[in-house]
């Protein structure tokens, strides 16, 4: 099956630090990644879509200088946290779709990260 | 557009006895539905997928899905819960190469 490998899947550091987060499609191709947040006992929201050798696409209300997406090749996606604060500490989930199987695919989704910003 | 329900935030069940989770959606045009199951600390994991086939949809651990169009509905049932079951589970809609809509979570209680 398809598999997205996400790490860290912790990471605890200090105000101020920049995060690097990455998301590899281990077995498939994926052209689109997707990044959400999650907040405790809620559901998943999306922040961006991760379109490789383009720029990402953010949702209303995500900051783009603050939150960083790179998606340089067809199995990899960062999200790098710039300058973290501890409003930023949370769940970051990426998920994937294998291009090549046509339309209406589902998201294949990482092991998430919980980054807490002290 | 695109919206999804899941009617129950919180599920309790004794173990081996049936699961009904409901999930209710809208979508202007014919859509793609899955139900993902979260257990703590944890990313999604698919459990089945409805895209246009058949309506009565098979999935992972013995749970299943049926997508009824006149009711706009795709419940998720498993005839036995078993302890491992018990997770966060999400409803979520879609179409095509669109982002997807998640339903707001069914937290699943399995009673020993």
């Known amino acids: 099956g398809a598999v997205v490998s996400q790490h860290p899947s912790r990471v605890i550091c200090k105000s101020g630090t920049s995060v690097k987060i990455e998301c590899r499609s281990l077995?498939?191709?994926?052209?689109?990644m997707f990044w959400y947040r999650q907040f405790p006992k809620q559901s998943l929201m999306l922040m961006a879509t991760?379109?490789?050798?383009?720029?990402?696409?953010?949702e209303q209300g995500v900051e783009k200088d603050k939150f960083l997406i790179n998606h340089a090749s067809l199995t990899l996606s960062t999200l790098t946290v710039t300058s973290a604060h501890p409003e930023d500490s949370s769940f970051y989930i990426c998920?994937?779709?294998?291009?090549?199987?046509?339309?209406?695919?589902?998201?294949?989704f990482g092991d998430g990260t919980r980054l807490s910003i002290l | 557009a695109q919206s999804v329900t899941q009617l129950d935030s919180h599920v309790s069940v004794s173990e081996g006895t049936p699961v009904l989770l409901r999930c209710n959606y809208s979508?202007?045009?014919?859509?793609?539905l899955f139900w993902y199951v979260q257990h703590p600390n944890k990313g999604l994991q698919l459990l089945l997928k409805?895209?246009?086939?058949?309506?009565l949809v098979k999935g992972i651990n013995g749970f299943e899905a049926e997508f009824k169009k006149s009711e706009t509905s795709f419940h998720l049932t498993k005839p036995s819960a078993h302890m491992s079951d018990a997770a966060e589970y999400f409803c979520?809609?879609?179409?095509?190469?669109?982002?997807?809509?998640f339903g707001t979570g069914t937290k699943l209680q399995v009673i020993p």
């Open positions: 998920s994937a779709r294998d291009g090549g199987s046509g339309a209406n695919q589902p998201q294949h």
């Open positions: 077995d498939f191709q994926a052209t689109t």
């Open positions: 991760s379109n490789e050798g383009s720029k990402a696409t953010y």
């Open positions: 979508s202007s045009y014919s859509p793609s």
């Open positions: 409805y895209t246009s086939a058949a309506t």
């Open positions: 979520v809609v879609g179409r095509g190469y669109q982002k997807v809509t």
